[in-house]
C-alpha cells in the first residue's frame, strides 16, 4: 500500500473528531471533578464597581447527573446554536444568486480584468474590518469569498481560508468601537477605577494601532495567501476546461436589474441606520448611548435581523437577474432555485450538531473557566515587569483564547487582575486591553470551540476534491501561518508601543 493511500486511509473525518473530543471532554471533567480542581479569581462587579473574589470548580460530566444534562440539552443546544439557522437562511439567498447565474456573471465581471493579488487583497481587507459586524461575517463572507474564487478560476478551498483567517486574525482589529469592545472597555474601566477613582478611558483609545492594523494585516493575510495556501492546495480541478465567461446582452440586461435592485435596497436600508434625518434611523436602538451600539447592540435590529436584511439583499438580486437574463422562467424554478445551495447539506448538519454538543459539553465542566482563572493568578503572582510582563501575558492570553474562546466571559475573568497587573507595572489599563486583544487575534481561529470553526470546516469539505474528508488538524495547519504572521506582527507592535511611549490612540498610551 502505497504512503499517499495509507495517508488518506488514517484521516479523521471531523465528525469522528467532535466525537472523540466529547468523550475525552466527559472523561477529562470526571478526573479533574474527583480531584477538587478549582480556582479563584478577581472578577468585577459591574453593579458595585469593585472587585470581588469568585471560586470556580470543574463539573464533572462522568456520572448519571452529568450524562442526563448531555442527553436533555443536546437538541435543544443545536436547535439555539447560532451558526445553523444562520447558515440555512444565509444559503437560501446564495442558492438562487448562484443558480440564478447571477454569481457567474457579477464574479466573472470583476475578476476578469483585475489582477488576481488585487481581488485577494480587497476581500482580505473586508473580512480583517468585518469584525464590526460581529459573528455573522462568517456566515455571509466564507461562502461569498469562495465563489469569488470559484468563478475567479481559482481553488474556493484558497477563498475559505484566507476569508477565516482575516475574520479570526481580525476579530481584535476594530477601527470603530464595536459593541463587543464595548463591553470589555466597561470592564477595563471598572477595573482601573479599583485601583484609581479618577481613571478614565477614552472611546478612541485604540484609533491610531487599529488603523495601522487593518492595513498591514490586510497585506499580510493577501501575500500568505497568494505565497502560501495557493500554492500549497495546487490547481483547482474545475480550473481546467473552463469556458471563458463571456457577457452577451441577456447576462448585461440581468446584471442591470439586478444591481438596479440591489442598490435601491442598500440605500433604503443604510437610510434607516442614519440618525437625525427625515423619517430616518428607524432600525436604530434608541434605548442604547452610543451609535455603534444603536446599530449593533444585542437588542438592536442590526444585530437579530442583518442575517435576513443579507439575505433579502442576495434572494432579490438573484431573482432579479433571473428575470432580466431569463434564466428564471416560472415560480416553480425560483422555488427550485432557493433550495440549490442546501442540497447534500446533510453531512454539514451532523457535523454542526456535534460541534454544538462539543461546545456545551466543555462549557459545561467549567475546565476553560478554572484554567483562565488559573492562568490570571499566575500572572498576578509572578512578579514581572516591562517587556517579559508583555511577552509572557500575550503568551498565556493565546491559551486562554484557545479554551475561553469567548472575548467578554474571559476578559470577564481576566480583567480583575490583568488590568491592576499592568498598572501596577507602570502601564495603562488600555493597554492590557490591547494585549488581549492582539492575543484572541492569534488563537481565535486555531480553536474547534469558537462556535464558527465549524462552519469553516464544513465549506472546506463542500469544495474537496473527490469528497475527501477535512480532517479538524488539516484545518488548523492551514490558518498556522496567518496566526504565527499574527503573533510576530502583535508582538513587535506591542513592544514598540512600550518602548517608544507613542500612543495608541487619541488620550492613550501603553505607559501610564
Same mark, same amino acid.
Given at each position: 500500500m502505497s504512503k499517499r493511500k495509507r495517508k488518506e486511509r488514517t484521516i479523521l473525518h471531523p465528525i469522528m473528531a467532535f466525537t472523540i473530543l466529547i468523550v475525552l471532554t466527559i *472523561?477529562? @471533567?470526571?478526573i479533574l471533578g474527583s480531584l477538587g480542581v478549582s480556582a479563584n479569581y478577581n472578577s468585577v462587579n459591574t453593579v458595585r464597581g469593585d472587585l470581588e473574589t469568585t471560586t470556580v470548580m470543574v463539573n464533572s460530566l462522568l456520572n448519571l447527573s452529568g450524562l442526563k444534562m448531555i442527553f436533555r440539552t443536546s437538541v435543544s443546544n443545536f436547535a439555539s446554536f447560532a451558526p445553523l439557522s444562520m447558515l440555512i437562511i444565509t444559503l437560501i439567498g446564495v442558492g438562487i444568486m448562484d443558480k440564478s447565474g447571477f454569481l457567474e456573471a457579477f464574479f466573472s465581471l470583476v475578476t476578469q480584468k483585475t489582477s488576481k493579488f488585487v481581488v485577494t487583497l480587497v476581500l482580505s481587507f473586508i473580512? *480583517? #474590518?468585518a469584525s464590526i459586524i460581529g459573528d455573522m461575517s462568517f456566515i455571509i463572507l466564507i461562502p461569498i469569498c469562495a465563489l469569488f474564487f470559484k468563478y475567479g478560476k481559482r481553488n474556493p478551498k484558497a477563498g475559505i481560508i484566507m476569508a477565516f483567517?482575516?475574520?479570526?486574525? %481580525?476579530? %481584535? #482589529? @476594530? *477601527? &470603530?468601537?464595536?459593541s463587543i469592545d464595548a463591553s470589555l472597555l466597561g470592564y477595563t474601566n471598572l477595573a482601573a477605577l479599583s485601583l484609581d477613582a479618577t481613571y478614565t478611558i477614552n472611546n478612541f483609545a485604540y484609533l491610531f494601532v487599529m488603523i495601522l492594523m487593518t492595513i498591514v494585516m490586510s497585506i499580510v493575510i493577501a501575500m500568505i495567501t497568494e505565497k502560501v495556501i495557493i500554492p500549497k492546495l495546487g490547481k483547482y480541478e474545475a480550473e481546467d476546461g473552463t469556458e471563458? &465567461?463571456?457577457?452577451?446582452?441577456? =447576462?448585461?440586461?440581468?446584471?442591470? &436589474? @439586478?444591481?438596479t435592485v440591489g442598490i435601491i435596497y442598500i440605500v433604503i436600508f443604510a437610510y434607516?441606520? !442614519?440618525? %437625525?434625518?427625515? $423619517?430616518?434611523?428607524k432600525l436604530l436602538d434608541y434605548s442604547q448611548t452610543l451609535y455603534i451600539d444603536k446599530l449593533f447592540g444585542y437588542n438592536s435590529f442590526f444585530n437579530q435581523g442583518f442575517v435576513f436584511v443579507v439575505t433579502m439583499f442576495f434572494f432579490l438580486c438573484g431573482l432579479f437577474y433571473g428575470i432580466g437574463a431569463k434564466t428564471i422562467k416560472n415560480n416553480r424554478e425560483v422555488c427550485d432555485y432557493l433550495g440549490h445551495s442546501l442540497d447534500g447539506i446533510g453531512s454539514t448538519l451532523v457535523l454542526i450538531f456535534l460541534a454544538s454538543t462539543f461546545i456545551s459539553v466543555f462549557k459545561a465542566t467549567e475546565i476553560g473557566t478554572v484554567t483562565a482563572a488559573s492562568i490570571g493568578n499566575f500572572i498576578s503572582s509572578a512578579n514581572m515587569t516591562? #517587556?517579559?510582563?508583555?511577552l509572557i501575558s500575550f503568551m498565556l492570553c493565546i491559551v486562554i483564547t484557545i479554551i475561553l474562546p469567548s472575548p467578554v466571559q474571559s476578559w470577564a475573568i481576566l480583567s480583575g487582575v490583568l488590568v491592576p497587573v499592568f498598572m501596577n507595572a507602570g502601564l495603562s489599563a488600555e493597554f492590557s486591553q490591547l494585549l488581549y486583544r492582539a492575543s484572541e487575534c492569534v488563537a481565535y481561529g486555531l480553536t474547534p470551540l469558537m462556535a464558527y470553526f465549524v462552519i469553516y470546516i464544513a465549506f472546506l469539505s463542500k469544495y474537496s476534491e473527490d469528497d475527501k474528508p477535512i @480532517? $479538524? !488538524?488539516?484545518? /488548523? =495547519?492551514? /490558518?498556522m501561518p496567518y496566526g504565527g504572521a499574527t503573533a510576530l506582527i502583535w508582538i513587535s507592535v506591542l513592544i514598540l508601543l512600550y518602548v517608544l511611549g507613542i500612543p495608541m490612540g487619541i488620550g492613550a498610551s501603553a505607559i501610564l
Open positions: *472523561v477529562l @471533567s470526571g473580512t *480583517v #474590518i483567517a482575516g475574520l479570526t486574525c %481580525g476579530t %481584535g #482589529i @476594530s *477601527v &470603530f468601537l464595536s471563458e &465567461f463571456y457577457l452577451d446582452k441577456k =447576462k448585461k440586461r440581468g446584471l442591470l &436589474f @439586478s444591481l434607516n441606520i !442614519i440618525p %437625525g434625518l427625515p $423619517l430616518s434611523g516591562g #517587556i517579559p510582563l508583555i @480532517s $479538524l !488538524i488539516e484545518a /488548523i =495547519k492551514d /490558518i
